[in-house]
């Protein structure tokens, strides 16, 4: 007989062979011959296959490199030898000859094709095991990831099954293994959802299942990645089972991961962040809007400026598409702040100065223009509720006019404030736009955008003066003043409105920026 060479051209004859370890090739070589003949003797066959399979364990390098490649190959030959053989091929995988364990990690997905799904999960996680450990075995890397492809296309089922247990287990010892398992998910399966779990209803509803479980322990990346492939399943598109509002729903469960704890605002504007594509789409909103409203606004000036502009954005994305139910147990909260934040006369006017030289310092007009479009969005669903809370006398319902008169005053006063300083800020624009540099720029873009919001407040606060009072959840044709420019309106004393009030030489807030940068990661629970 001739040298023989592996497939990948290592030549395993020659002078270099030693003991019986020619005798052992040639009687693996022979079963390769034999096994396709029409005439073999399966019983045979199979004696010799198990042969090979015990002659492995302390061969030589060559011995388990030709075994490598044939227990894969015929293995489905012999079902009674399926399991003996599979431990052998793991074993190999983790040879400390880098060929070997080569050729191994390539002959495992063949051996998938057959057995049931707990050998593939198990496979599975031992490709991620050495995409783990790439640093110490980078030889070894590309190889599993190419095996993974291959597994993936024979049995993506049990592949999935190993990568969400591993996403579910948040401890730290663990993230090594989380981030493999999300590169397989966003790098290998998500980008062929159509062709690897259409129209299996059974996968999309055992992945809908487990992603639900894991998105309560998932950080920033997890929880995009894992809701980017819930939005690429069937079940989950228009006319689907579930369809968007489906997506809708999963986030409404997430407000209440984490509730109580220090990280739990940061969580629920990442839901909400989440969500809004949906709502926009057409989902309605039973839970977010109110978690936000009920657990964030009460005790809003306990948390950071960043937190407080981020939940204010968030509410003017989902209020108009709440419940009526939902609007009516909001505007308490809402309401409240609403009041607090209103500019008022004996609060801005200070010793010496006059109304006309009223500023934006002591007020941050751009949480105001918030407020003032989150109550009409709830008014627009539960104009009662606005009316019970407000005193305002709404359409079907009288009011109370001790009750309004108060906000009336404030409002009314926060109105003409802001009608002097647009007129103020009118006058500046047309200097502000001979200076062309860089700088002069950005401050043209803060009078534009603090334009903005002075009459946007000016426009919604005459709504509320109505009688009756008129709501609508349509924002303002203009736009939010926070989607137009980095920073605010400027008052006497060079502040912006997005500080808080009282000055007090606290630092500047950033404006409330739109939903798409106003995302913040959800935490990992028990972190």
Not at 242 to 253: R, S, T
Not at 420 to 433: D, E, P, Y
Not at 447 to 459: A, D, E, F, M, R
Request: with cysteine; glycine share 8%; net charge neutral.
């Amino acid at each position: 007989m001739t040298d023989a060479t592996t497939k990948g051209g290592e030549k395993l004859y020659g002078s270099t062979l030693e003991g019986n370890e020619r005798e052992i090739i040639d009687s693996i070589y022979n079963f390769t011959e034999k096994v396709v003949a029409e005439n073999a003797d399966k019983a045979a066959l199979e004696e010799d296959f198990k042969k090979i399979v015990q002659t492995v364990n302390g061969a030589s390098k060559n011995v388990k490199v030709l075994a490598a490649q044939t227990l894969p190959k015929y293995a489905a030959n012999f079902p009674d030898q399926i399991s003996d053989a599979s431990t052998v091929m793991l074993a190999l995988c983790d040879d400390a000859d880098d060929q070997v364990a080569a050729h191994a990690l390539r002959g495992l997905p063949n051996m998938c094709k057959d057995k049931d799904s707990a050998f593939s999960t198990k496979v599975a996680g031992l490709f991620l095991q050495v995409m783990c450990k790439c640093n110490e075995k980078p030889a070894r890397l590309e190889i599993a990831t190419r095996a993974m492809d291959k597994l993936i296309r024979t049995d993506v089922e049990s592949v999935l099954t190993h990568i969400f247990t591993i996403l579910e287990d948040d401890d730290e010892s663990n993230e090594p293994a989380r981030v493999a398992a999300l590169n397989v998910l966003t790098t290998k399966i998500s980008p062929q959802a159509k062709e690897l779990l259409h129209p299996n209803e059974s996968i999309e509803e055992m992945i809908k299942t487990r992603i639900e479980k894991i998105l309560e322990v998932a950080n920033e990346t997890e929880f995009s990645e894992l809701l980017s492939l819930l939005t690429k399943l069937k079940i989950f598109s228009r006319g689907g089972k579930l369809g968007v509002q489906g997506l809708a729903n999963i986030l409404g469960d997430q407000c209440g991961v984490s509730q109580g704890s220090p990280e739990e605002p940061d969580r629920l504007l990442a839901v909400c962040s989440e969500a809004v594509p949906f709502l926009k789409s057409g989902a309605k909103d039973e839970k977010i809007t109110t978690a936000i409203a009920t657990r964030v606004l009460p005790g809003f000036s306990s948390f950071s400026e960043e937190v407080q502009q981020k939940a204010l954005v968030q509410l003017c994305e989902v209020a108009p598409h709440c419940s009526e139910e939902a609007a009516a147990s909001c505007v308490e909260s809402v309401w409240n702040l609403l009041v607090q934040n209103l500019a008022d006369k004996a609060s801005t006017a200070g010793e010496g100065e006059k109304e006309e030289d009223i500023s934006i310092a002591d007020c941050t007009f751009s949480f105001i223009e918030a407020l003032l479009f989150i109550v009409q969005a709830l008014g627009s669903k539960a104009p009662k509720a606005v009316g019970t809370t407000s005193g305002l006398t709404v359409t079907g319902q009288e009011g109370n006019a001790d009750s309004a008169k108060a906000f009336k005053d404030k409002l009314l006063f926060t109105h003409d404030a802001c009608t002097k300083i647009s007129a103020k800020l009118s006058g500046v624009i047309q200097k502000a736009r001979q200076d062309r540099s860089t700088d002069g720029q950005s401050r043209l873009a803060d009078v534009q955008s603090g334009l903005i919001c002075l009459k946007n407040i000016t426009g919604l606060a005459r709504s509320l003066m109505a009688s009756p009072a008129s709501f609508s959840a349509v924002p303002p044709a203009a736009g939010f003043s926070w989607s137009k420019a980095s920073s605010g309106p400027k008052g006497k004393g060079g502040q912006k409105s997005g500080q808080k009030r009282g000055g007090g030489g606290g630092r500047p807030a950033k404006r409330p920026k739109p939903s798409a940068t106003a995302y913040a990661p959800p935490a990992r629970k028990g972190k």
